[in-house]
């Protein structure tokens, strides 16, 4: 079992910065080996990819991120992080970590004002 928490939203004005950050617990050997994602999911729409990191690769970012964000991951820290630059109203939604298959964390709330 693999155990997520996810921290870092908040209120943030259009053209800022916020950093997320996905600490895994449990088995963490497990998890250093599995593919861990970011999503996220706006009031009334379908819970969506935004970047996902692999061991030893990094995979393409959705183009509506492409350029802002940077994920990255720490395994010493059991972390993954999601650089989120330039932000716009429309990145408002919760985010959240997912790792393998189907561990997911309780998702952090971003809200970006104009």
């Known amino acids: 079992q693999v155990q997520l928490v996810e921290s870092g939203g908040g209120l943030v004005q259009a053209g800022g910065s916020l950093r997320l950050s996905c600490v895994a617990s449990g088995s963490i050997i497990t998890w250093r080996l599995m593919n861990v994602s970011w999503y996220r999911q706006a009031p009334g729409s379908q819970r969506e990819l935004v970047a996902d990191?692999?061991?030893?690769?990094?995979?393409p970012y959705a183009d509506y991120v492409k350029g802002r964000f940077t994920i990255s991951r720490d395994n010493a820290k059991n972390a993954v992080y999601l650089q989120m630059n330039r932000l716009k109203p429309e990145d408002t939604a919760v985010y959240y970590c997912?790792?393998?298959?189907?561990?997911w964390g309780q998702g952090t709330q971003v809200t970006v004002s104009s």
């Open positions: 990191i692999r061991s030893g690769t990094r995979t």
């Open positions: 997912k790792a393998g298959d189907g561990f």
